[in-house]
């Protein structure tokens, strides 16, 4: 059974800082991109950050500068640290692990994040 749970959201003031956890199991975490995705309300869900198998990474432009994703392998974690944060940065926040093997990827459940003015 494919799990990913996140967790390190909150509520913060502008200008502060998160870091997301998502610890997946179930998967072969080393033949997934991992990908962080925020869904504000009444907005479509929209890629944050990803990172490859092999450490690659990419980011949405509004994010590039201020979150760092990054994985351990050891751990089959994924994280996703958020600085400056904006109160427009406020969504819910996704893990995904996408398949380099197939079509196959794999959702969590969301960890909120608010962010104050």
């Known amino acids: 059974q494919v799990q990913l749970v996140e967790s390190g959201g909150g509520l913060v003031q502008a200008g502060g800082s998160l870091r997301l956890s998502c ?40 994010m590039e500068g201020r979150f760092t994703v990054s994985r351990d392998t050891a751990k089959n974690t ?19 692990a996408h398949s380099v093997l197939g079509p196959q990827s794999y959702w969590g459940q969301g960890t909120q994040v608010t962010v104050s003015s």
């Not at 925020?38 to 890629?47: D, H, I, S, T, V």
């Not at 640290?81 to 893990?95: F, G, H, I, R, W």
Request: glycine share 6%.
């Open 23 to 62: 610890a997946a199991s179930g998967i072969i975490f080393d033949r997934n991109v991992m990908g962080w995705y925020r869904q504000a309300p009444g907005e479509q869900r929209k890629l944050v950050a990803a990172i490859t198998t092999n450490g690659n990474t990419n980011y949405a432009d509004s």
């Open 78 to 96: 994924v994280f996703l640290q958020m600085n400056s944060l904006k109160p427009e940065d406020t969504a819910v926040y996704y893990c995904a």
